[in-house]
Every structure is written in structure tokens, then in C-alpha cells.
């Protein structure tokens, strides 16, 4: 499995922001052809604006770069005389880049004659350029292109637009703020969401902050599901929170801090996360006699517990002051989630039979709904119990089948990191410990490492040294544990890794100084 994939879809999602919707629909579908295309292609371009042209250049360049594909651009200008120069320089560039972009290709094609020439080149052009032609055009030169090179035009791979002109929409985007019906919806469309919410939040409606605020939330919500935290926390804290301030809307202000705090969680900064929970957002629900949102605010409360590992604390909290109020509200959804929390419990503990069976009334519950991340969360959970089992092949096709393919159909690059962890703990199980490596360095960290999240880097960490370990190389393993499992669990704080950590780091020296005493 590659870090490609999900590493170039950021790239491609992180454009919304700089684009209009309808330019980014169109650089959406470019991309796709792009990476995705035969080797040779020849790409049309239409693009008025040298600044827009500029910026999309900058942005291809670097999908290209992420992507493994040697792009250049060459500048087509007085120095290159005639179409022949153009094939000889094509043929030079084609041997050290996947990717040429050719700009001032609208003037340089407008002298006499060259654009028939290219025509009458193009066969040779065509089987010495194996690489992807970009050509930055305009209408009139396209115009030209049809009737002078009807060949080369009959050859062409795609014709992408670019306009710069800006609609204010009639109304704005949609949104009930606490209820984004969009948050599991294909990464594409949230893609689009984003490059629409972003042309709008730019346009002059959004002085009217009644309108903006909640848009902004949204935004920012978009961005956390995708992976994009830092984005996102800004968002929140320098957009979201002084508007809802500013207008006094207590509820969204405190539903604003309940996801930085998500964040700092995430993140691995517990002590935060918990004061902003108990300090922030709890008591304006209390206040405002949410019964809803105190319950769920107080699982959140829990999961940072759990996660620091007081499992004994968060479960408290979930049996007895979150399940009840949820049952008495009749919301069935929110009882089977927090139910998979307490099933986390209870296979941290090795009850598995137990948990799986909680899990499996889990599913069945969350069928009924369109839940479909977590469901396939909810299958990961299940996945791992067949693991600990020794049902090896079961459980690498839950992972495979049935909650990876979510992930990355959602634009989720955080969660599918942590499901490639987990066949990555399957290949292990199975002796396949170079594949179990490659997928955990090449695949999983460089991701977790952007976006930040310390508790599952020092998770993965562990894991590659301990592979590392099983398959005899203790001196590297013993360097992982020393220079990046210790210093990241020091930084979360979370004492039983870190005994656990350093018990194995005493274990490993010993081994190698009675290793080091034997004789040669």
C-alpha cells in the first residue's frame, strides 16, 4: 500500500480553500486525469489570468512532487525559433520529467505557421515525449488549435477551463449548526463543500457574521474529518469562537470549545482537552439545562480519561451518567456508540467474548442507520478481537474489505492510517515482519507525523520496535524505544506506557551486554 493515495488527496483537498468551487471542481477533475491517465497525454489548459494561471501552476508542481512525478515547466518564448527547436527541447526534458507544462504557448503558437507544423509533428513528438504535455491556452488560441492542428486536437486528452469571474450565489450555503448531515459523505463532495464554503466566506456577504459564523464552523469541521487539524483548530479559535462570542450564541461557542478540545485529544494533550470539557463547554450545557449535550459532553470527559487510562474512571462516567440519559431520550444511535466504548473496555481487559458481543449488537443497531464510518469503526473493534483469537485471515478481511475502503472513500487519512496499523499488527502476528515495517514507515507515519497526532505516533513507534525486536535486530530496536517511544510518551505523560517502556528499554540492554560478554 502506498502513502501516495491518501497523501495526494490532501494536497488536492487543501486547493479548496484557495480556489472558487467551480474552479476547484474543475482542478478536482484535471488531477484526477493527471495522476491517473496514460503516460503520454496532452492536456489543454484554458486560462485567461496569469495570476490564476501562476497559482495553479504552483499547485500542480506540487501534486506532482507528492506524487512521485518529475514535472518542469518550459517557458515558450524567442529562444526556441520554431516548432523543431520545440521537439528538440520536448525530446531533452522528456528523458528527466513525467510532467512539462508549457506557458506563452497562446503568443509563441500565434506566429505564422506553427500551429500546422506542430500538426504535421506530432507523430513525432507523440513516440519521443513519453510524459504528460500541459498546454496553457486561452479561447482564441484553442480556437486556432481546432483549425490549424485538427489532428493534434483529435489527440487531445482533456480540456480543462479556468474562469475568474465570481457569482455571488443567490443564497448562502446550507448548514444546521450540530447537525452537518455531511460529515460521511464521499471525499469528493466534501472537497467541493469546502471550495464552496471557502468562495463564499471570501465573498462580501460574509460581513453579515449571523450568516458567516456557522459556516465558518463548518469549514472547520470539514477539515478536522479529513485529517487537516491544524487547519481546522485555527479555524475554530480565530474565526469560530469570536463570532459566536460576538454574538452571544453560548451553545455554539461552547460546541466550538468541545472540538478544539476533540483536537488537543486527539493530539495527545489530555490536560487541555479535560479543562476545556470541564471548564469551557460542561458548563454552559449545565447552565443552559442541555440535557443532551451534558451527557455527551461527559463521554467526552471519558474518552480522555480512557485514553490517559483510567478505565475504571471512564467507565463511571459512561455507564452512569452518559447510557441513562441517552436511553431516557430514546436516542438508540448514541447508546450503541457509547456501548462500543465500553466494549473497548472490556477487550482492554481481555474479555473478549464479552466484548463481542457488545460489538456485534453494535452493528446490528448501527445497520439501521447511514452511520457508515462508524460502523466501520465498529468492525476495526471486531477485527482486533479475531486477532488476539489467532483468526488471522478474518480479521485482515474486516480490515481490508470493510473498513479501510470507508476510510479512503471518505477522505479520512487519519483513520485509514489507523487501520493500515492494524494489518500491519496482522502481518506481524504472522511472521511477515518486513511487510508489517514497510506498511508502518512508509505508509503510516509520514501521515500521523503531518497531521500531529503524538498519541498514535508514539503507538506506532512502539510497534515498529517491537518488530524490530521479534525479528532480531534489538540494537535497532532498543535505538526506536530510546529516541522516539520514551520522549513521545514523556510528552503525553501517560505513566503506564511509559514504566512499560522503559521496563522494555532495561530488558534490551540486558540482553545486549550478556550478548556482548559471550565469547567470540
Not at 41 to 65: A, P
Amino acid at each position: 500500500m502506498s502513502s501516495a493515495g491518501p497523501t495526494t488527496a490532501n494536497l488536492i483537498l487543501s486547493a479548496a480553500s484557495q480556489l472558487t468551487a467551480a474552479q476547484f471542481e474543475t482542478y478536482q477533475r484535471l488531477c484526477k486525469r493527471l495522476l491517473h491517465g496514460p503516460q503520454f497525454q496532452l492536456i489543454v489548459l484554458d486560462c485567461r489570468d496569469e495570476r490564476l494561471q501562476q497559482q495553479l501552476q504552483q499547485l500542480l508542481t506540487g501534486l506532482c512532487q507528492q506524487a512521485n512525478l518529475s514535472a518542469t515547466q518550459l517557458v515558450l518564448d524567442d529562444s526556441i525559433p520554431d516548432v523543431f527547436a520545440l521537439q528538440h527541447q520536448l525530446q531533452a526534458l522528456t528523458n528527466q520529467f513525467g510532467v512539462i507544462q508549457l506557458t506563452g504557448a497562446a503568443f509563441w503558437f500565434s506566429q505564422p505557421n506553427r500551429w500546422a507544423a506542430f500538426n504535421l509533428l506530432r507523430e513525432n513528438i507523440a513516440s519521443q515525449s513519453s510524459c504528460r504535455l500541459l498546454l496553457w491556452l486561452n479561447a482564441e488560441a484553442i480556437a486556432a488549435m481546432i483549425e490549424q492542428a485538427p489532428d493534434w486536437w483529435a489527440w487531445r486528452s482533456g480540456v480543462y477551463e479556468f474562469v475568474t469571474q465570481y457569482k455571488s450565489p443567490a443564497t448562502k450555503p446550507e448548514l444546521q449548526l450540530g447537525n452537518l448531515s455531511n460529515r460521511h459523505q464521499h471525499k469528493d463532495k466534501t472537497a467541493r463543500r469546502i471550495a464552496t464554503l471557502s468562495e463564499w466566506l471570501k465573498s462580501p456577504d460574509a460581513a453579515d457574521e449571523e450568516l458567516a459564523a456557522p459556516l465558518w464552523f463548518e469549514l472547520a469541521t470539514l477539515y478536522q474529518q479529513q485529517g487537516e487539524w491544524d487547519i481546522a483548530l485555527n479555524l475554530y479559535q480565530k474565526e469560530c469562537l469570536p463570532r459566536f462570542q460576538l454574538l452571544k450564541h453560548e451553545r455554539s461557542a461552547a460546541m466550538t470549545y468541545g472540538q478544539i478540545a476533540e483536537i488537543y485529544m486527539l493530539k495527545g494533550d489530555f490536560d487541555q482537552s479535560l479543562h476545556i470539557r470541564q471548564q469551557l463547554e460542561l458548563p454552559v450545557y449545565q447552565e443552559l439545562e442541555l440535557a443532551r449535550d451534558i451527557a455527551t459532553t461527559q463521554g467526552k470527559i471519558a474518552d480522555v480519561l480512557y485514553r490517559s487510562g483510567d478505565l475504571d474512571a471512564a467507565t463511571e462516567i459512561w455507564k452512569n451518567k452518559v447510557l441513562p440519559v441517552l436511553k431516557s431520550l430514546g436516542d438508540v444511535r448514541a447508546v450503541a456508540l457509547f456501548n462500543s466504548k465500553i466494549a473497548d473496555v472490556l477487550l482492554a481487559r481481555d474479555s473478549h467474548d464479552e466484548a463481542l458481543a457488545v460489538l456485534q449488537d453494535v452493528i446490528e443497531t448501527l445497520q439501521k442507520t447511514d452511520d457508515i464510518r462508524s460502523i466501520a469503526i465498529t468492525q476495526g473493534k471486531i477485527a482486533e478481537i479475531l486477532l488476539q483469537r489467532g483468526e488471522f485471515e478474518a480479521a485482515l478481511r474486516i480490515v481490508t474489505e470493510q473498513e479501510l475502503p470507508v476510510y479512503q472513500k471518505l477522505g479520512d487519512s487519519h483513520s485509514a492510517c489507523i487501520a493500515m496499523a492494524s494489518i500491519a499488527d496482522i502481518l506481524t502476528a504472522q511472521g511477515k515482519f518486513d511487510a508489517a515495517l514497510k506498511l508502518l514507515q512508509q505508509d503510516v507515519l509520514p501521515v500521523l507525523s503531518r497531521i500531529g497526532d503524538v498519541y498514535s505516533l508514539a503507538a506506532i513507534q512502539s510497534k515498529i520496535a517491537d518488530i524490530l525486536f521479534a525479528s532480531g535486530d534489538a540494537t535497532q530496536a532498543l535505538a526506536i524505544y530510546q529516541t522516539a517511544v520514551l520522549p513521545l510518551q514523556l510528552k503525553l505523560n501517560h505513566q503506564p506506557n511509559i514504566a512499560q517502556t522503559q521496563q522494555q528499554i532495561a530488558a534490551i540492554e540486558q540482553i545486549l551486554t550478556q550478548s556482548a560478554a559471550l565469547p567470540k
